[in-house]
């Protein structure tokens, strides 16, 4: 599949997603520095979230609308507060989107209703992501679905039958190129939680893309996830963690995406193929196997014990699974110490 000119699977290196997020601290001027730190260290394209704190709840006070748990980022804040304070103004996405343009990376957006979508296509963003938290949203998935746009949509707390629904939603929809994305709804997730073993069998069963959307610190499990075939890793972004925000926490600094995309590459290009013998970059190194080399000078008729028949480097001798056979057989010609054992050396007509 493709997202624009840029092709996603297997034989590509994993395309990698910087997540705005709430990361711009409401500043427009930090939302565009984000941009163009992303696509200086290797992101192929930056995603924002498109609603506003009216689409996403209800300003109450009631329980369920302000977060108990205390193990929370956001313990204690109410969800209309907290959205208000992470969303991303609309009228900020055309200038994130042209800028990101003008570094040749791809921006585009999660929806989370109807209206956001019409949004984004008067925007023509060339694709979308569906969030965790929504991908049992089926009418909203149908929605973005007929666009025909590729889809991006992350799986977290899903099981599998609820992201069996989803995807055929999707393809009933009209979607014909779909990334699911192994996620573990967890700010930030811990290692031992992300089973990314999933993602080769989330390939098989639903028979489309599979990435990693990551909430964990560093760039370990995405490395992970690319050996066990991820082609697409997001991770939230934010230029210093130090500078707060409400996902600020998670994020990768900019340094770290670098390394993110340097790991994730030469972990994709590790993967390769099934492959026994050597390489052509192996090659020269046969001449460093041991081999069986004549260890001392000897003459016609003088025969081959352990003493002048040894196993050495470098490689151009008979290989040593032949030595027990030449033990106590005569050499046929005169030798000098350093010369590479070989049947033609022996008494009688040259074995092969």
């Not at 052509?280 to 004549?294: D, G, N, P, Q």
Request: proline letters at 6%; aromatic letters at 6%.
């Amino acid at each position: 599949m493709k997202i624009l000119d840029r092709e996603i699977g297997p034989g590509h290196r994993p395309y990698l997603i910087a997540e705005m997020s709430g990361n711009h601290n409401q500043s427009l001027d930090r939302a565009l520095a984000i941009v163009d730190a992303a696509a200086a260290h290797g992101a192929d394209a930056i995603k924002l979230q498109t609603y506003t704190a009216d689409t996403m709840t209800l300003n109450l006070r009631t329980p369920g609308f302000v977060i108990d748990d205390p193990k929370s980022l956001w313990a204690g804040r109410q969800l209309y507060e907290l959205y208000e304070e992470a969303h991303t103004p609309w009228e900020w996405h055309a200038p994130i989107m042209k800028r990101a343009a003008q570094h040749g990376v791809h921006c585009f957006s999660t929806p989370f209703d109807f209206t956001s979508v019409d949004f984004l296509e008067s925007l023509n963003v060339p694709a979308y992501k569906i969030a965790s938290f929504e991908n049992t949203d089926l009418p909203l998935i149908r929605r973005v679905a007929a666009t025909g746009k590729p889809m991006i949509m992350s799986t977290g707390m899903a099981t599998a039958g609820e992201i069996d629904e989803a995807v055929r939603a999707a393809r009933e929809a009209g979607c014909r190129d779909l990334v699911l994305l192994k996620c573990t709804s967890t700010y930030p997730a811990t290692a031992d939680n992300t089973n990314v073993s999933t993602i080769p069998h989330m390939r098989t069963l639903f028979g489309c893309e599979v990435g990693l959307s990551d909430h964990t610190m560093g760039c370990g499990v995405s490395v992970a996830a690319t050996a066990l075939g991820a082609t697409v890793i997001e991770k939230h972004f934010t230029l210093n963690r130090g500078d707060g925000g409400v996902d600020s926490s998670f994020s990768m600094e900019p340094h770290e995406l670098l390394q993110l995309r340097e790991e994730t590459e030469r972990a994709w290009q590790a993967v390769g193929r099934v492959s026994y013998g050597p390489t052509a970059a192996e090659v020269k190194s046969l001449a460093f196997r041991r081999s069986l080399y004549i260890a001392r000078d000897l003459k016609a008729g003088d025969v081959l014990t352990r003493e002048n028949l040894r196993c050495v480097r470098p490689g151009f001798g008979l290989p040593p699974r032949h030595l027990d056979s030449l033990l106590g057989q005569p050499i046929g010609q005169d030798v000098t110490a350093g010369t590479p054992m070989a049947w033609a050396l022996l008494s009688g007509s040259p074995q092969t």
